[in-house]
């Protein structure tokens, strides 16, 4: 024990010299200001990632993003946002008819022609160039409503704005902005054109081609996209495609994704029919073909053989506005639910008295909270200017599909029979909620995604502890802190990360619970990574697990923050609050433990081996292998 | 073309269950809903509907309340309306005025502001007055078209159909105005999330009573504010007779 105190010592005296030395060799722009805002902001050394849910795979706490809820609106983009809640809401409690957008396959064209008027499609572009300017908490806020009305119609209004020209917004340039973004905001759709019929998780794979012309002044596009939102209605489209790029290296020529602004009148542009969907039946989804498009040069979006980089930020932008609208459409299906609930009558009592009935609606409830918190962190964090928002923003996109297609299928079931019957409502919300679980990144996808850049950054930091030994006297701080950690892990001494005084006391127990399988959680990573190395990236049995883990503790820390605030704030709601972080947080820790132990226990693992032999044996014979028991 | 002013009044939102002060001296305003005054809505979009028909060139809304009544303007303004007034009435006063203040404040802003037409709503869904409209013309000694469902403008008069009991009534008044909005007059239309944007560039000036001659000081004490009796519960009875019995009882029936 002394021992080990001794060390802490040493490496406290090490990390603040070693902090000094960088504050002394930080750059002179203005000394007295860096050394303010060093301070003022403890501000973090420049590789550091300041995502919460990328350090929990290094088992530490980052909690610059978490806590306290952000809150970005200043006074006067609140009253703004205020103004606008009760037209929005009108508009589509009075003019927008789903049911009928259902039935048509379209937006009515009245219904269109006044979300165009209303502003709906134009939300974000600058207010100097036709639009609303709003940022995305405000934005967040709106597309709540949508989402509580009419999925269909957000996804017309989302791939117009949260996808279809977000490129431009984001990485357009100043005449592209200026020629554009006016358009968009006042009648002409935009569209996402990536997926295509043989590339559709694995996006690098896209075979449409661009190549330059011989007088270099246009690329010549080739292809064709299917799926396409909004593919039959827009006339100005965010299409990528191959570009041949020398490679500097090796001066050889190579195929890299580029990424276009496309107008339907530059010719050769079609489109197939609309397709038949199971749901958000109204919006427009067809094939576009491109036969010898000619683009302008200076159509190019965000640099040649960006194209990857590209479609990535845009997807990744937009994901909060997923999380917001699917808590707009789980509180629809609450209402209904208890609607129902509060009203009828069974074995002689009003069924919300039962406990199975409460379960429901408790987790229903409990869902709909941490979407709607994950939503107003991310977008509160993306209007601060963070950039650290990936994994988060991913994560919110699979929980909010998968939140609300439970909420909606529980809301049903409490109904009963009525739940069933089209007129309630419910049945157009769940055939308009499956969608979600698939497009914009699958969740599947999205949860390698989310494992495998929290592990890479977990062994990129394990590679610099290696590196550190190299060279140990210029890094002494990096070895004992790194050290210090092993060995009180060694000793069996517990050393979960500090997450109690981030929280309201009333929520102490629930944080202590968080942190500790934070601790765990980064453990696991580490010995992940010693025992598979880099063949981890093939383990999607473990990493789904690890997925699975990252979202329960990202959503508690994002529910105990929420209700911290409102205990804080002492509000109206906070005691309930306070209960649902609480049962959230405990019922989510119980599901991490058990991840974490599915992905260490020797029997659990070969479990995953026999569930991949029984895919196979199905897989081969092409469906269910065995015969009925009675072999007729 | 004709120079409109329109009232436009902050009212607790008509779909709030209204509570009542634990000191009955009022009813409780913090944290609740407000909206522009239904009538107001319908006035304001009379007077925008007669801009965009050319018939008028200018419109004004005014507000008299304490600082939230801004946030009606702003409506107003981002209904169409050009510019704003509002009359600085600290919350206090604001319990104890009444539509004999207001009257005068908009009979005044008319004078100055040299308007044409006046229309106010035909009542607040607060106090229920119906009284500002009628007072306005009288401190103006204009002409006045209460309860108007259709307003048609002449060259120097307007005709306005008026629903009065049992039918309507059309009469014609020389301008300069008062009119008062019913609810049958129009539908008044959202405001745009744009034209929210660009009423935020719109002027509002900002008057107190003192600026328009006008004491403001309570006539009145609220002596107490009740709730409406709760509805007792019925009883089932086995038969006509009974009910009959029960209804003479009671002295329903002679």
Known sequence: ?632 | MARVLVGVKRVIDYAVKIRIKPDKKGVLTDGVKHSMNPFDEIAVEEAVRMKEKKIASEIIAVSCGPAQAQDVIRTALAMGVDKGIHVDIPAKEFETLQPLHVSKMLAKIAQDEKVDIVILGKQAIDDDCNQTAQMTAAVLDWPQATNASKIEKGDKDVTVTREIDGGLEVIKCKLPVVISADLRLNEPRYATLPNIMKAKKKPIKKVTPKDLGVDTAARIEIVSVEEPPVRKGGTIIPDVDTLVAKLKEGGFVP
């Not at chain 1, 809820?69 to 929005?88: G, N, S, V």
């Not at chain 1, 994901?319 to 208890?338: E, N, P, Q, W, Y």
Request: some cysteine; aromatic content about 8%.
């Open chain 1, 1 to 632: 024990m002394l021992k080990i105190a001794r060390i802490f010592q040493i490496v406290e005296r090490v990390q603040s010299a070693q902090l000094q030395r960088f504050l002394s060799t930080a750059p002179v722009l203005c000394g007295k200001t860096v050394q303010a805002r060093a301070v003022a902001e403890k501000k973090p050394a420049p590789e550091e990632d300041l995502s919460f849910v990328m350090n929990v795979f290094k088992g530490q706490v980052e909690s610059t993003q978490i806590f306290p809820f952000p809150k970005t609106l200043t006074e006067e983009q609140r009253e703004t946002l205020e103004m606008m809640i009760d037209p929005t809401q009108k508009f589509f409690e009075e003019v927008n008819d789903p049911d009928k957008n259902d039935a048509l396959e379209k937006v009515a064209d009245e219904s269109l022609k006044g979300l165009w008027e209303l502003g709906a499609f134009t939300l974000q572009v600058p207010q100097d160039l036709g639009g609303l300017g709003l940022n995305n908490t405000q934005y967040a806020r709106l597309v709540e409503i949508v989402g509580a009305n009419d999925l269909g119609v957000g996804i017309v209004l989302g791939a117009h704005q949260s996808i279809g020209f977000k490129g431009i917004l984001l990485f357009g340039n100043k005449e592209q902005k200026e020629k554009y973004l006016p358009r968009v905001s006042s009648g002409e759709f935009a569209a996402f054109c990536l997926t295509e019929p043989s590339s559709g998780s694995d996006a690098g794979s896209i075979k449409t081609r661009a190549v330059l012309s011989e007088d270099g002044k246009h690329y010549i596009l080739n292809g064709s996209k299917i799926w396409i939102s909004n593919g039959g209605l827009a006339e100005i489209m965010t299409v990528f495609a191959q570009t041949p790029v020398q490679d500097p290296k090796t001066g050889k020529t190579i195929d890299k994704v580029t990424a276009f602004i496309v107008e339907r009148s530059f010719g050769g542009v079609t489109n197939g029919p609309p397709e038949k969907k199971m749901g958000i039946k109204c919006s427009n989804t067809a094939e576009v073909y491109y036969d010898n498009v000619p683009i302008p040069v200076e159509n190019v979006l965000g640099g040649v053989g960006n194209g990857f980089k590209v479609a990535m930020n845009i997807l990744n932008n937009g994901r909060f506005g997923m999380a917001a609208a699917l808590s707009g459409t789980m509180k629809t299906c609450i209402k209904k639910a208890v609607d129902f609930a509060t009203q009828r009558t069974q074995f002689g009592q009003r069924i919300d008295n039962f406990g199975g009935i409460q379960e429901k609606i408790a987790k229903m409830s409990m869902l709909q909270y941490v979407t709607e918190s994950m939503a107003y962190m991310i977008s509160g964090n993306m209007d601060s200017g963070s950039k650290h928002y990936h994994l988060e923003a991913a994560i919110s996109k699979c929980f909010a599909s998968e939140a609300a297609w439970y909420v909606c299928d529980e809301a049903i079931q409490i109904m009963g029979g009525m739940g069933f019957m089209k007129h309630t409502g419910l049945e157009r919300i769940m055939r308009d909620l499956r969608i979600f679980r698939i497009f914009e990144g699958t969740n599947d996808i999205l949860r390698l995604f989310v494992a495998l850049t929290g592990i890479q950054y977990a062994g990129a930091s394990l590679r610099e502890l290696q590196q550190a030994f190299k060279n140990p006297a210029a890094n002494l701080g990096l070895i004992f802190g790194e050290a210090s950690k092993r060995v009180v892990r060694k000793v069996g001494l517990s050393s979960p990360p500090a997450i109690e005084h981030l929280v309201h006391r009333d929520l102490v127990g629930a944080a202590t619970m968080l942190a500790k399988e934070i601790d765990s959680f980064g453990q696991t990573i580490e010995m992940i990574l010693i025992k598979y190395g880099k063949g981890i990236v093939n383990e999607q049995f473990i990493l789904n697990r690890i997925a699975n883990a990252t979202f329960d503790i990202f959503s508690s820390a994002v529910a105990l923050s929420r209700a911290s605030m409102a205990l804080s704030e002492n509000s109206d709601t906070a005691t309930h609050e306070k209960l649902m972080a609480q049962a959230w947080t405990l019922e989510a820790m119980d599901r991490v433990k058990i991840n974490l132990q599915y992905i260490l226990r020797g029997q659990n693992l070969d479990n995953f081996q026999k569930m991949s032999a029984i895919s196979k044996n199905v897989c081969t014979a092409g469906g269910v292998v065995q015969l009925n028991p009675l072999k007729i």
